[in-house]
Nanobody
Framework: QVQLVESGGGLVQPGGSLRLSCAAS????????MGWYRQAPGKERELVAA???????YYADSVKGRFTISRDNAKKTVSLQMNSLKPEDTAVYYC?????????WGQGTQVTVSS
């Protein structure tokens, strides 16, 4: 059974940084595509960044140049380094694993950007 556990969320001032981590278990992590999504109150969940098993990355336009996604296959983790945070980045951030055409989600971690 695939399990994903996010960590690293919290409250940060505008312009600050946070690093989110997602630990996976129960899967063949090295061949899975991984992604970070976020959902703000009253809005639909949106893709923020993704990384393939081969290390190719994708970023939403709103976070390009500020966020960096990375993975460590040995540790079965995927991380999201978030710099220059803005109030509009406030949301619950979710980790997703895509493996054999099935999606698995973590429980989410809250990120709040406010002064």
């Amino acid at each position: 059974q695939v399990q994903l556990v996010e960590s690293g969320g919290g409250l940060v001032q505008p312009g600050g940084s946070l690093r989110l981590s997602c630990a996976a278990s129960g899967s063949i992590f090295s061949i899975a595509a991984m992604g970070w999504y976020r959902q703000a109150p009253g809005k639909e969940r949106e893709l923020v960044a993704a990384i393939t098993s081969g290390g190719s990355t994708y970023y939403a336009d709103s976070v390009k140049g500020r966020f960096t996604i990375s993975r460590d296959n040995a540790k079965k983790t995927v991380s999201l380094q978030m710099n220059s945070l803005k109030p509009e980045d406030t949301a619950v951030y979710y980790c997703k694993e895509e493996l054999f055409q099935r999606d698995y989600w973590g429980q989410g971690t809250q990120v709040t950007v406010s002064s």
